[in-house]
């Protein structure tokens, strides 16, 4: 089945068929054919971007769903009281994660709630904030603790958390570590999304690349 684009892109041609059709009476054969496989060769092209925009689309719906069902599930672990809290020390690092306001509610709410959908996603950012020893521990923490956990644009910590964990070791000199967490990403966490829908394992394939021009 036609993208509507492909569609539309089709009608567009035939409107303009008789027109063209004058303009080329005396065009050479050969170039009249070149120019028609350029024009099929650009519908496919736009078919083929169609389409994988609808496939990326649908592994993110998939995935908020899933993050949604995973935030559920804390209504049978905690109290209604204790899920508001848990929100409210969370929200306090998501307006402005980086201050020393957003550690402090962070580090209370990985304290106190260790097994939160919010808490994987606070460990993450924990990860991400700090620097040296303790952003590895607190990555490391994320990814073996928490990898069932989702970010509510269906962001998974697993995914993501390794992607960055990578990197991270990758810069600190821990090449085979980092190189092992990444073939994780690969192969188990490969349908996973970052904040902005792209899969994790387009990531990790690129990161891999990037890698190897640095060895």
């Given at each position: 089945m036609k993208s509507k684009?492909?569609?539309?892109?089709?009608?567009?041609?035939?409107?303009?068929?008789?027109f063209s059709s004058l303009l080329a009476a005396d065009e050479d054969p050969?170039?009249?054919?070149?120019?028609?496989?350029?024009?099929?060769?650009?519908l496919s092209e736009l078919e083929g971007k169609a389409a994988n925009e609808k496939k990326l689309e649908k592994l993110r719906e998939e995935n908020v769903a899933k993050a949604?069902?995973?935030?559920?599930?804390?209504?049978?672990?905690?109290?209604?009281?204790?899920?508001?809290?848990?929100?409210?020390?969370?929200?306090?690092?998501n307006k402005n994660w980086r201050s020393d306001e957003a550690k402090t509610s962070l580090k209370k709410l990985i304290d106190k709630y260790d097994k939160a959908n919010r808490t994987g996603c606070a460990t993450l950012y924990m990860g991400q904030m700090s620097e040296g020893k303790?952003?590895?521990?607190y990555l490391t923490k994320a990814v073996e603790k928490f990898s069932d956990c989702y970010y509510y644009d269906g962001c998974q910590v697993g995914g993501y958390g390794r992607f960055?964990?990578?990197?991270?070791l990758w810069e600190s000199g821990e090449k085979?570590?980092?190189q092992k967490v990444l073939g994780e990403l690969k192969t188990k966490y490969k349908d996973a999304t970052d904040h902005k829908g792209r899969p994790m394992g387009e990531i990790a394939e690129a990161t891999e690349k990037e890698f190897a021009a640095k060895k």
């Amino acid at each position: 089945m036609k993208s509507k684009l492909a569609v539309a892109i089709c009608g567009s041609l035939i409107a303009f068929a008789p027109f063209s059709s004058l303009l080329a009476a005396d065009e050479d054969p050969a170039a009249l054919k070149a120019r028609v496989a350029e024009l099929e060769k650009r519908l496919s092209e736009l078919e083929g971007k169609a389409a994988n925009e609808k496939k990326l689309e649908k592994l993110r719906e998939e995935n908020v769903a899933k993050a949604k069902k995973r935030g559920s599930e804390d209504k049978s672990a905690y109290k209604p009281e204790e899920l508001q809290e848990i929100e409210s020390l969370y929200q306090v690092a998501n307006k402005n994660w980086r201050s020393d306001e957003a550690k402090t509610s962070l580090k209370k709410l990985i304290d106190k709630y260790d097994k939160a959908n919010r808490t994987g996603c606070a460990t993450l950012y924990m990860g991400q904030m700090s620097e040296g020893k303790e952003r590895i521990e607190y990555l490391t923490k994320a990814v073996e603790k928490f990898s069932d956990c989702y970010y509510y644009d269906g962001c998974q910590v697993g995914g993501y958390g390794r992607f960055v964990l990578a990197l991270t070791l990758w810069e600190s000199g821990e090449k085979e570590k980092a190189q092992k967490v990444l073939g994780e990403l690969k192969t188990k966490y490969k349908d996973a999304t970052d904040h902005k829908g792209r899969p994790m394992g387009e990531i990790a394939e690129a990161t891999e690349k990037e890698f190897a021009a640095k060895k």
